[in-house]
T-cell receptor, first 114, second 113 residues
Framework: DAGVIQSPRHEVTEMGQEVTLRCKPI?????LFWYRQTMMRGLELLIY????????DSGMPEDRFSAKMPNASFSTLKIQPSEPRDSAVYFC????????????FGDGTRLSIL | GQNIDQPTEMTATEGAIVQINCTYQTSGFNGLFWYQQHAGEAPTFLSY????GLEEKGRFSSFLSRSKGYSYLLLKELQMKDSASYLC??????????????FGTGTQLKVEL
């Protein structure tokens, strides 16, 4: 079975540019999560969706960040304009409704803003 | 809110046993997960506890005490490949649907010869 698929795997861009990260969750999973991981702050939840609806976006750092989930098989995280402090690894994860189901993570996008 | 504490680093010897502790405070506890994360890779699921007691899975076991807000991950017969970061994560049940995980900062385990 295919796992969570993220693209791109790596992105290097200059500050001020728009960055779009993409995620395809595991088929049948109805919850999708976007995380950011840095050495200083660890793994932080940015936003999560349940049945394509954003449930909690309290972790989104500021208005420069936005996320969408137009359908059950696709989500995007957008940063506009990007800043050097946004440099991190961004993970997408998905899970289903059963109580003991863990979240499954994609391979992440390593983002560097110059 | 959530507060999850685990040691930052631990070192152990190949073949030995190591216990990684995690304490937490939460309002809507609905399970505790342990994940393993090798450098440059994604976190991968190791174990899940929702009731008090010990869950054993091969060389790895995880224990939970809900009344004490405490869990540990026990790794036996350590191998060099077990060198990784181990993340404790607590799940809350929230109104509106879905389940939210809050992760600790991770314990970096180094296995030495």
């Amino acid at each position: 079975d295919a796992g969570v698929i993220q693209s791109p795997r790596h992105e290097v861009t200059e500050m001020g540019q728009e960055v779009t990260l993409r995620c395809k969750p595991i088929s049948g999973h109805n919850s999708l999560f976007w995380y950011r991981q840095t050495m200083m702050r660890g793994l932080e939840l940015l936003i999560y969706f349940n049945n394509n609806v954003p449930i909690d976006d309290s972790g989104m750092p500021e208005d420069r960040f936005s996320a969408k989930m137009p359908n059950a098989s696709f989500s995007t995280l957008k940063i506009q304009p990007s800043e050097p402090r946004d440099s991190a690894v961004y993970f997408c994860a998905s899970t289903g409704d059963r109580g003991n189901q863990p979240q499954h993570f994609g391979d992440g996008t390593r983002l560097s803003i110059l | 809110g959530q507060n999850i504490d685990q040691p930052t680093e631990m070192t152990a010897t190949e073949g030995a046993i190591v216990q990684i502790n995690c304490t937490y405070q939460t309002s809507g506890f609905n399970g505790l997960f342990w994940y393993q994360q090798h450098a440059g890779e994604a976190p991968t699921f190791l174990s899940y506890n929702v009731l008090d007691g010990l869950e054993e899975k091969g060389r790895f076991s995880s224990f939970l005490s809900r009344s004490k807000g405490y869990s540990y991950l026990l790794l036996k017969e350590l191998q060099m490949k077990d060198s990784a970061s181990y993340l404790c994560a607590v799940r809350d049940v929230l109104t509106g649907g879905g389940n939210k995980l809050t992760f600790g900062t991770g314990t970096q385990l180094k296995v030495e010869l």
